[in-house]
Every structure is written in structure tokens, then in C-alpha cells.
């Protein structure tokens, strides 16, 4: 109640990652929201307007079905607390479980056919070990590896860029209701949040901390799905190129030289690599951070 009162007030900007060092260093979230403002009732009267709108906020959204988890709860996602960037609230839809062998499978919006039978290929391959495929909604390799999985009766994690009240592309208005029904719509911004240029790296970097290893199929020079690759780099996160990625791309040259970095002969090559480092994680923040809850 305090994080979400705390991240959606309109009197005072915080920033996640001074407020995750101001919850370790107060002992708390209720003792940093006890902090802010001079003591008076003016402020005693505008902390509690904050705490009943956001009580009435959480039940609209409670009422819509969506689970509102913060980082100092148990149920939030491990991996997750692995990377710098954790958001400190995620939005859910759908069965929230811990995905210990989470791949993500990501590329252009604009992809050729290989590209698309390189995924089909890619999702069958993972299937046999019952691999949930993330991906990030998007037209393009995205949808097709969420259909895949779907098609296949795998588990599929949909990372947003926007809240959970905006259906992003339109086109994927059923996609998205049928993820929410079998598998899992994550978002780390408020539902009512609409995409924007910015949101859609924060969401890579979520999408890479939630998954053990990031697997990139076809992307452009200019494509955003290179952030992916150079924040799961930064997150010690395994990543699996195509071969015509890393050899028609700058950016892909340069990646494929860092550790941890793989280029795939084939999609049998990437299906092998991909199954091999999906359960290879580094150990999750929440093991050092103090027992806040």
C-alpha cells in the first residue's frame, strides 16, 4: 500500500532506485512514508488521502484481475531481483508462478519468413522441456512466439510497455486476452500507463531480468531489440544470436564478442544452447536485501 501510495503520489517524484536505498537504510516502507514532510496535520491529512486513493485503486484493480506485487513481497519474481533495474511494483495478469527456465524469444517487427519458421522451429525444440517462451507483445517475432507457445499448450509470459488497461498492438487484442487466461501479462507501469519511446527499453530490460536467457532471431541495425542484448549482457544473462544477426548487424558483431554471448550455427544449435543456460541465473538480490516484509 505504502510503495504503491509512495511511486503514484502526485505531490513528491521518488526515485525507485533512491527509494529501494531509503527502505534498507529506514528499516522499512511504513518508516519512509513516515519520513516525508514535515510533521503537521496538513501533511497527516494529505498522506491519508494518498493511502485512501491508492486502497481504492488497488481494489478497482483487484476487481479487474490484476495482482499488484512489490519487490519486498514473497511472491515477487526472483529473478527479477537479480538486475539493477527491478522494478519495485509489477502489475499482473494471469497465474504469477516462479518460471525457473524462462527464455526469451524476441526480433524485428517486421520479420521474413525464415525468421517466423525459426521461431516455430525454436518453440517446438523448447517445448520437449517445457521452457516457458517470454516475449514482449509486439508485432512481428514477438506475437509469433507467443502463438507458438500457445499453440504447443506451453506457458507464455507477455512483458508490456505500457499498463495493464491499454491492449498494445490493437491487432493483439485476443493474444493478449488469451495470455492472461493460460500464461502471464506483466507490466511495471500503472494500468492505466499508455506506451511511450521510453517505456519499451525499461520493458526490455524487465523482460531480460525475468528470463534466464534472451534469444534474438532477426533484428535490423536500428532495431530496439538490441537493448535487449546489451542489458541481458549487463544482467549476466545468457544470449543466443542467429547467425544472421551477428554477422548483418554492427551492433551483433560487437555483442557476439562479450561474454556469455553465443551465436547459434542454426535453430538446432539454438534450441541446444538455449535449453543448456536456461537455468543458469545469477542468485537473486532478495538473499542480501534485509527482511523488510
Sequence with gaps: LYLVAMLGSP???????DL????????GISNVWESQGEASLFVDDLRKDELSRTRTLLNLWKQKGYEVTSYLDQGYPDHLRSIHEMPLVIWTQGKLILDKHAVSVVGTRSPEKWALQYVDALVDGLATQGITIVSGLAEGIDTRAHEAAIKRNLR????LGNGLDTIYPKDNA????????????LS???????????????????????????????????SGTRI????????????????????????GATLRE???VFVARDVDD???????????????????LPQLV
Design 258 to 260: 562479450k561474454p556469455g
Design 188 to 222: 511495471q507501469f500503472r494500468p492505466e500507463f499508455k506506451p511511450t519511446k521510453y517505456s519499451f527499453p525499461m520493458r526490455n530490460a524487465t523482460m531480460s531480468g525475468y528470463s534466464s536467457v534472451s534469444v534474438i532471431i532477426q533484428a535490423g541495425e536500428h
Design 174 to 185: 485476443h493474444l493478449q486476452a488469451r495470455i492472461a487466461e493460460s500464461g502471464l501479462l
Design 228 to 251: 535487449q542484448g546489451r542489458v541481458a549482457v549487463g544482467h549476466g544473462r545468457s544470449v543466443i544470436l542467429s547467425s544472421q544477426v551477428a554477422t548483418s548487424t554492427e551492433w
Design 20 to 27: 529501494r536505498t531509503q527502505i534498507g537504510d529506514m528499516g
Design 270 to 288: 539454438a534450441i541446444e544452447l538455449a535449453i543448456q543456460y536456461s537455468s543458469r541465473v545469477p542468485d537473486a538480490l532478495s538473499k542480501f
Design 11 to 17: 505531490n513528491k517524484e521518488f526515485s525507485p532506485f
Design 156 to 159: 507464455t509470459v507477455a512483458v
